[in-house]
């Protein structure tokens, strides 16, 4: 009940094209819903996040799609850039009473100009 | 800027080693995470602390140990280093305020034993 599945594990997209990575999770309680995104050589960063209260959410070209009917969640890229190239994870919490991640174990996205 | 280093990029160890990785963040944060990141595995917690002196196992903790004696510093520990840690090792913190759950990493620490 603890686990985010994510796919998958890794995306080849042509430049322009929409990028579209999935994460799954079994546990109700979870109510807060992070996407990290990790270039080479770095650590992961916050990218976007979302709360169940809500369907959507869209920060410029990115955008959280979230189904709580379904326990899924995803996040879509619009015009993917060869700039946009790196791993993201999606991650889920039980924000009230900890402020553990649990981490899905990644997707490795290229995009080819 | 907000800010967490670690305090190498790349060891190298030879097993039976005890090795000690530093963490160091700048942000006044309650929070620390040790993550190991593994390729198809994503990012496993090992232990996590939030207070000075307080550590919660997280879901890998065999061979490891960790210490928190300064709110800004959390040290990892391989009693024993063997060839299966091999692996990256991330640092973490964040704040324990009402919705403030960001996670801020740092760079990493690529460790091989051998």
């Known amino acids: 009940q603890q686990q985010v599945k994510q796919s998958p594990q890794s995306l080849i997209v042509q430049k322009g094209g929409i990028s579209i990575i999935n994460c799954a999770y079994e546990?109700?309680?979870?109510?807060?819903f992070p996407w990290y995104q990790q270039f080479p050589g770095k650590g992961p960063a916050l990218l976007i996040a979302?709360?169940?209260?809500?369907s959507e959410k869209k920060e410029g070209r990115f955008t959280i799609s979230f189904n709580k009917s379904a326990k899924q969640f995803s996040l879509h890229i619009m015009d993917s850039q060869p700039g946009d190239s790196a791993t993201y994870f999606c991650?889920?919490?039980?924000?009230?009473?900890?402020?553990?991640?649990?981490f899905g174990t990644g997707t490795r996205l290229q995009v080819f100009p | 800027d907000v800010k967490v280093t670690q305090s190498s990029r790349y060891l190298v160890k030879r097993t039976g080693e005890k090795v000690f990785l530093e963490c160091v963040q700048d942000?006044?944060?309650?929070?620390m995470f040790w993550y190991r990141q593994d390729p198809g595995l994503g990012l496993r917690l090992i232990y996590f602390?939030?207070?000075?002196?307080?550590?919660e196992k997280g879901d890998i903790p065999e061979g490891y140990s960790v210490s928190r004696e300064k709110k800004e510093r959390f040290s990892l520990i391989l009693e024993s280093a063997s060839t299966n840690q091999t692996s990256m090792y991330l640092c973490?913190?964040?704040?324990?305020?009402?919705?403030?759950?960001?996670?801020?990493f740092g760079p990493g620490t690529r460790l091989t034993v051998t």
């Open positions: 973490a913190s964040s704040s324990s305020g009402t919705g403030q759950h960001e996670q801020y």
């Open positions: 979302i709360r169940p209260d809500v």
């Open positions: 602390s939030y207070d000075v002196k307080m550590k």
């Open positions: 942000m006044d944060h309650e929070n």
């Open positions: 991650a889920a919490n039980r924000s009230y009473n900890t402020d553990k991640l649990i």
């Open positions: 546990n109700t309680a979870f109510d807060y």
